[in-house]
Nanobody, 115 residues
């Protein structure tokens, strides 16, 4: 059973920065992709950014140029550097890891952007 442990959420003013971290443990299979999703109140969960083991990266249009995803597959960790945060970035951010057999989710970390 894969466990994902997230950290780094919190309250930040508009224009500020936060860095999220997520470490995966317990996987018997190779993790092929790790990424971040978010869910704001009353909205569906959406992709923020994902990076595969081979280095392919995909970002939501709304975060391009502001967020950067990075991974260390030797440690099965993924990071999300978030700069120039906006109030509309407020959401619960979930870490995701995918193997060839299934997808795993973290418990979520709250990010609130407010003055």
């Amino acid at each position: 059973q894969v466990q994902l442990v997230e950290s780094g959420g919190g309250l930040v003013q508009p224009g500020g920065s936060l860095r999220l971290s997520c470490a995966a443990s317990g996987s018997r299979f190779s993790i092929n992709a790790m990424g971040w999703y978010r869910q704001a109140p009353g909205k569906t969960r959406e992709l923020v950014a994902v990076r595969t083991r081979r280095g392919s990266t995909n970002y939501a249009d709304s975060v391009k140029g502001r967020f950067t995803i990075s991974t260390d597959y030797a440690k099965n960790t993924v990071y999300l550097q978030m700069n120039n945060l906006k109030p509309e970035d407020t959401a619960v951010y979930y870490c995701n890891a995918e193997t060839t057999t299934r997808s795993y989710w973290g418990q979520g970390t709250q990010v609130t952007v407010s003055s």
